[in-house]
Antibody, heavy 119, light 110 residues
Framework: QVQLVESGGGLVKPGGFLRLSCEASGFTFSDHYMYWIRQAPGEGLEWISYIGSSGSTKYYADSVKGRFTISRDNAKNSLYLQMNSLRAEDTAVYYC????????????WGQGILVTVSS | QSALTQPASVSGSPGQSITISCTGTSSDVGGYNYVSWYQQHPGRAPKVMIYDVTNRPSGVSNRFSGSKSGNTASLTISGLQAEDEADYYCSSYTTSSTYVFGIGTKVTVL
């Protein structure tokens, strides 16, 4: 069965950095676009980035552009999010998600990982 | 990119039908048939209920249906059940090759 497991979250000071990982299993990872989506405490969902199946296509939300970098290692079935210059407003649960068959929806989600930015 | 507009809350009695609207612009909802809907129970990851406006993934009850007219998409839940009580989010692909979510709607089963 499809599984996505995020790791790497935690508490970080403003201006700091973190690298999130998402380990995929149960499907051919290299066939799918992958996404990062976050949810601030008590708030709604926010799409933040996606990466094409080969890694050459990448898009970011304006809120993270220039600070976050998405990448993937198809040999390791893993997705990454390098987060730099973190701000208090980046505090959220971060989900990795897989692109569905049509390629423009999110058909499987990880359990989410909490990132807290606070001094 | 502004969030898509959804009602903050919708409620109904068991067995009734409810509809949640999702309003965007011609740059997102109105521009593509790429609207999807997600159900989220407290403390859980979201689950896709409808994709590409009207398509239902296998395993999702046929009580859930989607439609779109112009810049507004809708999710209808018929035969409302207690387990349907959750937050619901719409999402759309955009002309900027990005995605946007709705603000979310809390569904309450009375």
């Amino acid at each position: 069965q499809v599984q996505l497991v995020e790791s790497g979250g935690g508490l970080v000071k403003p201006g700091g950095f973190l690298r999130l990982s998402c380990e995929a299993s149960g499907f051919t990872f290299s066939d799918h676009y992958m996404y990062w989506i976050r949810q601030a405490p008590g708030e709604g969902l926010e799409w933040i980035s996606y990466i094409g199946s080969s890694g050459s296509t990448k898009y970011y939300a304006d809120s993270v552009k220039g600070r976050f970098t998405i990448s993937r290692d198809n040999a390791k079935n893993s997705l990454y999010l390098q987060m730099n210059s973190l701000r208090a407003e980046d505090t959220a649960v971060y989900y990795c998600a897989r692109a569905g068959r049509s390629g423009v929806h999110f058909d499987y989600w990880g359990q989410g990982i909490l990132v807290t930015v606070s001094s | 990119q502004s969030a898509l507009t959804q009602p903050a809350s919708v409620s109904g009695s068991p067995g009734q039908s409810i509809t949640i609207s999702c309003t965007g612009t011609s740059s997102d909802v109105g521009g593509y048939n790429y609207v999807s809907w997600y159900q989220q129970h407290p403390g859980r990851a979201p689950k896709v209920m409808i994709y590409d406006v009207t398509n239902r993934p296998s395993g999702v009850s046929n009580r859930f249906s989607g439609s779109k007219s112009g810049n507004t998409a809708s999710l209808t839940i018929s035969g409302l059940q207690a387990e349907d009580e959750a937050d619901y989010y719409c999402s759309s692909y955009t002309t900027s090759s990005t995605y946007v979510f709705g603000i979310g709607t809390k569904v309450t089963v009375l």
